[in-house]
């Protein structure tokens, strides 16, 4: 996957290419707090069921901040890729909650992969 012209795989390789020095560990974090409004929305929605559409929204805003922060770490260190690419989530407070992005910086160049 391409994330502005950055390769992201959860993959331990990256087909088509090779690694040629690893940077080391990375991470993005970010911690979101659900507004009152949404709170109220929410705890009406959770007494009849079915998706909280406020929350879904919040959680893919969530992630996809802490990859670009993930990426922006990789790219201070110099790796043009990372491998090994997990997301975490965790509740912090009854309203927060915590999403960390994390993997393995790494510099890759188009070749054959040694994964055979």
């Known amino acids: 996957m391409l994330v502005d ?9 990256v087909p088509g290419y090779r690694t040629v020095e690893t940077k080391g ?3 993005g974090l970010t911690v979101r707090s659900r507004g009152v ?3 109220i ?3 009406i929605k959770s007494m009849f069921g079915g998706e909280i559409k406020q929350y879904v929204k919040m959680m893919e805003e969530a992630r996809e901040e802490a990859l670009h922060r993930m990426i922006s770490h990789a790219q201070d260190m110099g790796a043009n890729a ?3 690419v997990r997301f975490d989530s965790a509740e912090i407070s009854n309203v927060m909650q915590e999403i960390l992005a994390y ?3 790494v510099v890759v160049e188009e070749g054959q992969d040694e994964i055979k």
Do not use: P
């Open 5 to 13: 012209e950055f390769i992201v795989s959860s993959a331990n390789h």
């Open 25 to 27: 560990f990375v991470y």
């Open 37 to 39: 409004g949404g709170q």
């Open 41 to 43: 929305g929410a705890g």
């Open 82 to 84: 990372i491998m090994s």
């Open 103 to 105: 993997g393995t910086a």
